[in-house]
């Protein structure tokens, strides 16, 4: 068997913001650190929808400010936070109460909490014009580590995921043997959640996808994904290509937000960060630091192993 990472996860299950503060490295004075981003300019607007830039946010504690100056009367102002991946769906977060004539020239803000890697605001103007701008601020801080940082939360997900043969973030696999390994087969990485292509290629080099329920089922209960024919249908019997001839793609992970990870393989991740940040290059085993950590880290990862058989 041949296991090979497609699609890598989109975000860390630990951000840079929270990691600074499990390290104590945050930013104490609010008053330093902010990067401004101004994401609908100022102006004034005929009724109509206006979709902002979006701005990254990952890693970031963000502020989201509506400002806004006169509506004329009837005029009303409703916005929006919605939130993405991959800048391409976007989903709603949460919205700011109605603006009125009643209530504008006034600044509304609020605090971005959603855990995604992209935010922008939708803004609708009704029955009359109205004056307003959307700015998003984030709390950087120090971001001299942050490269450093972000190669070590890397390789802790990686190392955690290693030790337990399994996928956090959502991610696509792929999996391939030089023929039909059993009639059932079950999907390394656990978390299965879906089964992408199915497809063999016989000796002459020609690829054929099958097609699920009519060619083959699929499960994602249980630890392990299980794959196995459709009913009365059995794996089409060929001529192999010499390797590699079964490929399977899917899609597994427990979720598509750092929510989504058990919380001790967060805490495992912390610790394993926390020591590589304080400790950049190799120790000896003199001490009872290094013993210890290894010692925690792997007594929160076995908990949730996956044994390969």
């Known amino acids: 068997m041949n296991l090979t990472l497609k699609t890598p996860p989109v975000i860390e299950p630990i951000s840079l913001t929270e990691i600074k503060d499990f390290l104590r490295l945050s930013v104490a004075d609010g008053s330093n650190g902010v990067e401004t981003s101004q994401t609908i300019t100022p102006g004034a607007r005929a009724p109509g929808t206006v979709t902002g830039s979006s701005v990254e946010v ?3 504690s963000a502020t989201v400010s509506l400002n806004v100056g006169t509506i004329l009367a009837t005029g009303t102002l409703n916005a929006k936070i919605q939130h993405s991946n991959d800048e391409v769906t976007w989903t709603d977060d949460v919205s700011y109460n109605q603006v009125t004539p009643a209530n504008d020239n006034a600044v509304y803000s609020l605090q971005y909490t959603g855990g995604k890697r992209y935010i922008l605001v939708v803004a609708v103007v009704a029955n009359a014009q109205a004056d307003y701008s959307v700015e998003v601020q984030k709390q950087v801080g120090d971001t001299s580590e942050d490269t450093y940082l972000a190669a070590i939360i890397t390789a802790a997900r990686e190392y955690c995921e290693g030790f337990q043969n399994r996928a956090y973030i959502t991610q696509t696999w792929e999996v391939s043997w030089d023929y039909w390994p059993c009639r059932e087969i079950e999907l390394p990485k656990g978390r299965l959640q879906t089964i992408d292509t199915v497809s063999y290629k016989d000796s002459g080099g020609v690829t054929t996808e099958l097609t699920e329920t009519t060619d083959y089922v699929y499960s994602t209960r249980g630890i392990l994904g299980r794959l196995t024919t459709a009913y009365g249908k059995t794996w089409p019997s060929f001529t192999p290509f010499p390797l590699d001839a079964v490929v399977i793609e899917f899609t597994c992970g ?6 989504d990870v058990p919380t001790k393989v967060i805490q495992a991740m912390r610790m ?37 058989i």
């Not at 427990?254 to 929510?259: E, H, S, T, V």
């Not at 926390?274 to 120790?283: A, D, G, Q």
Request: proline letters at 7%.
């Open 58 to 60: 990952l890693g970031y």
């Open 254 to 259: 427990y979720g598509d937000a750092a929510a």
């Open 272 to 308: 394993l960060v926390s020591h590589w940040y304080e400790n950049r290059t190799p120790l000896a085993e003199t001490g009872q630091a290094p013993g210890e950590i290894a010692f925690a880290v792997s007594a929160l990862l076995w908990q949730d192993r996956i044994v390969p």
